[in-house]
């Protein structure tokens, strides 16, 4: 059985750009969750995914969207890059919204 | 909304030593979950313990434990014998035990990092 998996480790952006980054769910998970944590701070929810549909949201702009696929693998999007939006980016997932999360290792993504 | 402090940036014990790693909350809520993660240097979040609102008793996993008081919306994680490998940050985290959104998201404090001395 294979864990929670994201791509890349890490990334480097120029301010303005686009990027996705791409979150393997372990066997037998249909929901992935979205966290974002800065620099000396804890995880920030940006969003869960259940079951390819958008199934909440925390504040963060539009211009950081979502998907997830069939085998529950989910990507996320970002546009515009700003220099806040520098961060580890982590991926979590479960086998329903209320269980037990599971988290990734990250992608550590840089804003220049 | 709820929120979770975590009032202590850094601490650090010897080894095979205890140390308690401090939580406070803040939640109109009666039923919800609370969690300590642990985060090493190799990133990735790793659930500790878990502890339901609902249960009195507080919760034991080896030699970590936590005093959950829900009146006083405070919940320390302890570990007792001190290993190096305990080394780490530790999260504190939050989530309600109903979604009308739909999604349980955790709501995590800043963290407390830990230092084990040899």
């Known amino acids: 059985e294979t864990g929670v998996t994201q791509s890349p480790t890490h990334l480097i952006k120029t301010r303005g750009q686009q990027v996705t980054l791409r979150c393997s769910s372990q066997s037998g998970h249909n929901t992935v969750s979205w966290y974002q944590q800065a620099l000396g701070q804890g995880p920030q929810f940006i969003f869960q995914y259940y079951r390819e549909e958008e199934n909440g949201r925390g504040n963060f702009p539009p211009r950081f969207s979502g998907l997830q696929f069939p085998n529950y693998s989910s990507e996320l999007n970002v546009n515009a890059l700003e220099l806040d939006d520098s961060a580890l980016y982590l991926c979590?997932?479960?086998?329903?919204?209320?269980?037990?999360?599971?988290f990734g290792q990250g992608t550590r993504l840089t804003v220049v | 909304a709820q929120t979770v402090t975590q009032s202590q940036p850094e601490m650090s014990v010897q080894e095979a030593e205890t140390v308690t790693l401090s939580c406070t909350y803040d939640t109109s809520e009666s039923d919800y979950y609370l969690f300590w993660y642990k985060q090493p240097p190799s990133r990735q979040m790793i659930l500790v313990i878990r502890q339901e609102a609902y249960k009195q008793q507080n919760a034991t996993e080896n030699r970590f434990s936590v005093n959950f008081q829900k009146a006083a919306k405070s919940f320390s994680l302890k570990i007792s014998d001190s290993q190096l490998g305990d080394a780490a940050m530790y999260f504190c985290?939050?989530?309600?035990?109903?979604?009308?959104?739909?999604?349980?998201?955790?709501?995590f404090g800043k963290g407390t990092k830990l230092s084990v001395i040899p």
């Open positions: 985290a939050y989530r309600s035990a109903y979604s009308g959104a739909g999604s349980y998201q955790l709501t």
């Open positions: 979590a997932s479960s086998s329903r919204p209320a269980a037990e999360a599971f």
